[in-house]
């Protein structure tokens, strides 16, 4: 693979202002807390403002800068180098620059103003392809926009530049680094990505490696589940040598889309329903109709219907997950109240009895962190509203049906239906107030959830209802879905795996060890629990989203407008009205 990054050239050949504000970066330091030297890289860039009539703005000659106009100071990656975490050769040197960077030893030095994640992830695919192990810093650093470091290391002068970066380390002994020979030409070249996941073994077998990530959470029980399975499937396929790879929830995302990118890790990952459409608009991911036809009628329709991109499937459900109501009974029996909400105009009717014994009746977290497939969306689902326009271009959740469930919201705040924190607060269970007796329903919880309730207030006293009814029935939950890479190059082997992991007999063996649903109306789980037989009844009203491939970047847009309506900045429609601006910029709708 090879990949040509555009030209950063003015019409009449000059380079581009923005170009000189805009690096991607790659150096050789040491870590003194581990002993190790590694490689880092990323990308940077900078906007910066016009020049201040009158004369030029000037950087202090502070932190070991010198005196010069920022429209000529060029991006200090200070933001990798600059605090203790990120030492260079062991010294948390203030704010070395892009000059430092360059004389420790570089393997990527240039300006562009066009680079795009793609862009990133390939680097990452090329470095990763010169051997050696790479793995991402803690944190999601991918589309994280902070005041950069070299702002905050310039006292009383913040503002006038971000930062957006990226950045992954391979740790070899100290000075066994390899250098990944990378060339440039009229921009950058990247050559050598490597091959796919899966290849063939020395003993003619074809091998097939599976990213998985912990649907146990119990470590020990999520390595031994998964050995066993790898046993158990080698044993009955002779032919196949299969390597499980246990990943990490933490960044996912970004490793996923550098292994597709760069055709290598994997031959299947699991992924869910909002990761789906865009590998598929892109070609990099294998339909999968094929697998399922032969049992498909055995599949919960909606599981199905979820890893469905324009008719095509893309992932075979391997679980189910599910949400649905969870109630603290001795609240609502201490405030009178002998029905529990079933739909949402009883849930408002019963606000005012629980407010007068200072409870509030719903348990809404209003963190933005916080999915909205736990907050705001059911409501909508369920008031008939949806996140996006049918065509996908442009969002809907500001129609009449969002702008009632808002209301909703505003209108339980004011009653004192929703904690005095709920604009902030986050959906724990553990030490928050469905635990503590403050507020008595959460509408979007999990089986998880719902015995940590019961720890906290005895299981007699939780209950588990179904979806909140408003037009209709809508209960988040999502499948867990097998995907094949399209770059695979043992495609066969991969499916023979497919068929066995969505099997209903291993399937159920499954969701008994990870406490989720099977995908799959023939597979019986043993030993399932009360709460969790309460919540299967709601597997039918499984909803997961309004897939779309900027759904995560819509939701970010969306929940601090909610929050400014619970905070009363703003009323429900000219709040929802203000997200719609914000998300149709995003989708390029205006």
Known sequence: MALKFPSTAEPDGRPSERARHMRLFAGKGWDRATGRSHVTFGLSYRTTPPEPPGGRRVIPARAGYPNQPLHRVPVRDATVHGTSRHPLRGRPAACPGAERMASETPLVIDWNENYTDEHVDAVAAALRAEGGQWRRLPGDFRSYVRISAIDRAIPGKLGFGRDRYWFVRKERPMGKLAKASLAAAAGLVLAGCGSGGGTGSESGKSTVTLWMYPVIQDTAKNQAFWQKIEKDFEAKNADVDLKIDLQPWEGRQEKVTTALVSKTGFDLVVLGPDQVPQYAQQGTIEALDDVVAPAKASYLPNSLTALTVNGTLYGVPIYQTITAPIFNKKAFADAGVTEIPDTLEELKAAAPKLAAKKVAVLDYPGKPEVSLNQSFYPLLWANGGSVFAADGKSVAFNGPEGVEALQLLVDLKKAGGLPADAASKGNEIEGGPLASGKSALYHAATALQATQLGAAIGEENVGVGLPLEGKKRVAFGIPGGLVLAKHSPNKEAAKKFVNYLSSAEVSADL????????????????????????????????????????????????????????????????????AAKEANALLGGG
């Open 511 to 578: 969701a008994k060890e990870s406490g989720f649903f099977p995908a799959r109306t023939d597979a019986a789980v043993a030993e399932q629990s009360e709460i969790a037989k309460e919540f299967a009844k709601s597997l039918e009203f499984a909803f997961p989203g309004d897939t779309h491939p900027q759904a995560r970047q819509v939701m970010a847009a969306l929940a601090p407008h909610i929050q400014s309506a619970l905070l009363g900045k703003a009323d429900a429609k000219a709040a929802l009205d203000a």
